[in-house]
């Protein structure tokens, strides 16, 4: 018999908690339990990727309809319903939480729908008085929104508020040039809403290229997103039904909500971390080794409150990782290298790999980019523009990133990554034919750079 209650306890039901705890119940037979103090699914699910792109779709049918109009159809006035979108939008995450419940529960996971803290090294401390020992405790708490150190800054609402709206506002100022921030300005001028955006610094995205963000700030712009770089706020007070916000830019405007899309913080805090030997980082995120392993031996933590990768899938093959390490006996490393992702701008962008900033600090590099009016959009009369760009070492010939701007780019990123990953060169891409008519055949088809640096 073990000395322990289990050998394994989770702390956090989002996505990387729950697959570790199911995959460490499930393939290696472990005693396993999670607590979640609030509902499963984490972010993602609950309070992110998911609702978000639901969103990202929602907003898109506007314009889709007045461009169906110039192809030939006729379409009468289209106006978005927020009361019909957004309880058919909570169902669906009912439904994704349920799948996530019942995938703990057939993997034989005993799941604590409460708060719990860290006691000791191997102890566990419910919300509910009792205490339970695990000779491994996975700590994949997540991360949550913050807002200013601002007077009054709890006018405003954050990301996770968004979701649960009852009616939206007829204006709102979003502050932030994240890719947060981004997102919910493209969602909500799609969905009809004034919308717009400051941001402190000189251009939005920072850290990603510059060239795409460059053209996803113009794009978003000509979408009707009133956006406003270099801006902060000064001051915010309730007016009537508004908001009062003075800015740096010297306006002075009331509009109908401000949502805050000015970072995340690691859910670490009160939990006892410290004190038990577990270091924590100044933004308070949990310091781990190559195999989430924090100071303490029998304590580990993956996902966003480590602060590392924080995206899902990242989490997920963290929690893989850690199982694989602790459960398994072959200790593992998840990768964090070359990771594509996409932001859900409108446009959409999608990357991986490094910047042209990044790589011609490390090496010489080729660029190949081209710009141009997609087919669909462009018989439609848009003066909408796609960017696909390649950074290529000039020594190894490899492709060191690849950026994409356009209608689908993260379906795109999600097989150009593979190429990437496998350290495809710039003459592998060129081997490839075309497939035509296509916005991605220019992957394959720039023969001659941009520039060289």
């Known amino acids: 018999m073990s000395d322990f209650d289990y050998d394994l306890f989770v702390i956090g039901g989002g996505s990387g908690g729950v697959r570790a705890a199911r995959v460490a119940a499930g393939e290696a037979k472990a005693k396993v339990a999670l607590a979640e103090e609030s509902r499963y699914g984490g972010t993602c699910v609950i309070r992110g990727c998911v609702p978000k792109k639901l969103m990202v779709f929602a907003s898109g049918y506007g314009p889709a309809v007045e461009e169906a109009r110039d192809y030939g159809w006729q379409i009468g006035d289209a106006r978005f319903d927020w009361g019909a979108f957004h309880p058919k939008m909570q169902t669906e995450l009912d439904r994704l939480e349920g799948i996530y ?26 919300a509910d008085g009792t205490r339970k020992t695990a000779k491994h405790i996975l700590i ?21 508020d968004i979701f649960d709206l009852d009616t939206l506002p007829k204006s709102i100022l979003i502050v932030g040039g994240g ?13 009809g809403v004034e919308t717009t955006q400051y941001y402190r610094g000189a251009q939005i995205l920072r850290g990603f290229d510059d060239e795409a963000r460059g053209l996803i700030a113009e794009e978003m ?11 902060d706020l000064i001051s915010m007070e309730k007016d009537g039904e508004g908001i009062r916000v003075k800015a740096t830019n010297g306006t002075e405007r009331v ?40 100071a303490v031996p029998s304590i580990y933590a993956i996902g966003d409150v480590t602060d590392r990768m924080n995206l899902t899938p990242v989490a997920i093959r963290e929690g893989m990782a850690f199982v694989e390490t602790v459960f398994h006996g072959n200790p593992t490393k998840p990768d964090h290298e070359l990771i594509p992702t996409a932001v859900f701008t409108q446009p959409e962008f999608g990357t991986v790999g490094l910047t042209e900033e990044e790589a011609r600090d490390q090496e010489p590099i080729e ?43 993260g ?6 990554g593979i190429a990437v990953k496998m350290g495809a060169t710039k003459e592998d891409f060129d081997r490839t034919v075309a497939v035509h008519p296509t916005m991605s055949e220019e992957m394959v088809t720039m023969r001659t750079p941009t520039r060289k640096a």
């Open 101 to 126: 419940q019942r995938l703990l529960d057939g993997s034989g996971v005993e799941r604590f729908d409460q708060r719990a803290v860290i006691a000791d090294a191997h102890t566990v401390a419910l």
């Open 140 to 160: 994949a708490t997540g991360g949550r929104p913050v807002r200013p150190e601002l007077e009054n800054a709890d006018l405003g609402i954050v990301s996770d």
């Open 179 to 191: 890719y947060i921030a981004c997102e919910f300005a493209g969602v909500l001028a799609g969905m």
């Open 221 to 231: 712009q000509a979408n009707g997103v009133d956006l406003h770089c270099g801006s």
């Open 255 to 294: 509009f109908g909500q401000v949502l805050f899309a000015t970072g995340r913080r690691p859910n670490s805090d009160n939990m006892g971390l410290e004190e038990v030997g577990v270091k924590l980082g100044r933004r308070g995120e949990i310091e781990v080794d190559d195999y989430s392993q924090t």
């Open 367 to 409: 660029v190949y980019a081209t710009s141009f009016k997609p087919m669909q959009t462009a018989f439609a009369g848009r003066s909408a523009r796609v960017l696909m760009k390649l950074i290529v070492s000039q020594e190894s010939r490899r492709v060191l990133g690849c950026h994409i701007v356009a209608p689908q780019a």
């Open 411 to 416: 379906e795109m990123i999600q097989m150009a």
